[in-house]
């Protein structure tokens, strides 16, 4: 009897499938914004087996990584993972969900890059860039017109909207799929920073054209969100992308440098100082809108809500005062005195971290569940309740421990070793120089917001590839000096 005789495993093949798992995996957790209720249940049915195939593929394929930079967020995920076994979530009941988030965060997407070939890896970059980019650049131009037009933009699954309505009306503030302003913004200008990328990697003038037409949607949607941080993190995005464009200039030779920080001190004063104009610009169309008998206030006020007297009177007062609310909005939160009383309040807020672990010191090791950090941390500092500390390393302190913590902090100060090498070492391509920009702007949001480590968003996600990326263009285009002088 003649034995079956099986084809060697193409490896190629494999690794491709791979790659397409990855793209359907931001795929589909960008489709799951428009379905948020069935959200638990596809990533439990889809993508809980399928992060863990991936695992599995990757240590047979690459191994057990040996760099600290590459070991860190693998071991990070997985130090997350029995911690919440020890913490008595035996079976993952209460944690599943995002632990299996950090899983596909922290060690798929981030290892993801190691994998790939340089030319496999270049084709994977841009393919995800353009996935990202291109679908919140239309979700963006969709919103800022149904919000200019006072149509806004209903999503037939769930009833959330594209646009601006009641949800967030006080200012009235761009309302992405039920998602709070200033997480759409974050969407918003990591889209934009992956254009930038986008841009430069092409010479083709007519593509460049399209990026360009889809930035203007991205920026109009940042501003029209209302978030001052995400308003501050594209002025320092444009910024880098400005200095990079005249540090990588081979036409300037003389204060290169300084020539470059001008620059870019220029491009992120522009930015900051344009969102005021936006905001007035856009709340002049509104006002032409409502004039003509469509405009947003005609869709806020419904019969059954009061009498016919108050929703005159309601009208009235937001017709002369709501538009203007806008522009004053904006001019008062870029005030010192406004900006200083916000971050009073989050002060108050990141103190709870610390009080937490004070009331229960075992967290500086297991960490603790999110929903039981959350409740202690809301009680320490007498708030009815408490989504999260606004605060990425400060969430990972309280939920991760401090053993998670010390392994953010260590990764991000060598994240920040190999952008800076990428960043600044001759010969670096010009579009990989800009992969940077997204990284450094989730960093300095996540000073406000708890977006990275222990999430389970689309920016966490993203953030893991492209320090995956990083790290593995740096460490091919930019060996330290010790590994040249072995080499040669």
Sequence with gaps: MEQTKWKPLNLKRTDTLFFFGVAFVFLLEILILFTEFREENLRTAWLAPLIVAMMIYLLMRIGLP??????????????????????????????????????????????????????????????????????????????????????????????????????????????????????????????????????????????????????????????????????????????????????????????????????????????????????????????????????????????ASAEENQQQETAAEQEAGGDAGNAVFAQERLEIDSMAANMGARFDIYSSAFLSVADRPITLIIGEL???????????????????????????LVVGGGISFLMAIAFTVLLAVYGLRLFFRKGVPMHLRLLVLAPVGLLIHSMTEAILFVDTRLPNMLFFFLAGMIIAYASELCPRKEKQKAES
């Design 66 to 303: 040996r760099n600290p930079a590459v070991l860190l967020p693998p071991a990070f995920a997985l130090w997350h993972l029995l911690t919440r076994v020890i913490n008595g979530d035996w079976y993952l009941h209460e944690s599943h969900a995002y632990v299996y988030m950090v899983l596909l965060s922290a060690f798929v997407l981030f290892l993801a890059p190691f994998l790939a070939s340089g030319e496999q890896r270049d084709r994977f970059l841009r393919g995800i860039a353009l996935l990202y980019s291109v679908a919140f650049s239309v979700i963006a131009w969709i919103a800022v017109v149904a919000a200019l037009t006072g149509h806004p933009w209903i999503n037939p699954l769930d009833g959330n909207i594209l646009g601006i309505n009641e949800f967030y009306s006080d200012p009235y503030r761009l309302n992405i799929l039920g998602i709070h302003p200033n997480i759409s913004s974050i969407f918003f200008y990591t889209s934009l920073s992956l254009l930038i990328y986008l841009f430069f990697r092409t010479e083709r003038i007519w593509v460049r054209i399209v990026y360009g037409a889809m930035g203007v949607g991205l920026y109009l949607a940042i501003c029209m969100t209302g978030s001052i941080s995400a308003i501050l993190v594209t002025g320092v995005i444009i910024g880098l992308a400005v200095f990079a464009l005249f540090f990588h200039s081979g036409k300037i030779k003389k204060l290169r440098i300084l020539t470059a920080i001008l620059a870019m001190l220029i491009a992120a004063v522009i930015v900051v100082v344009s969102y005021p104009s936006v905001i007035q610009w856009t709340t002049g169309i509104y006002e032409k809108v409502r004039q003509k008998g469509t405009g947003i206030n005609t869709l806020l006020i419904t019969a």
């Design 370 to 396: 999110w929903d039981d950090a959350m409740d202690r941390s809301a009680r320490m500092i007498n708030y009815p309740f408490q989504n999260h500390v606004h605060n990425s390393f400060l969430q990972t």
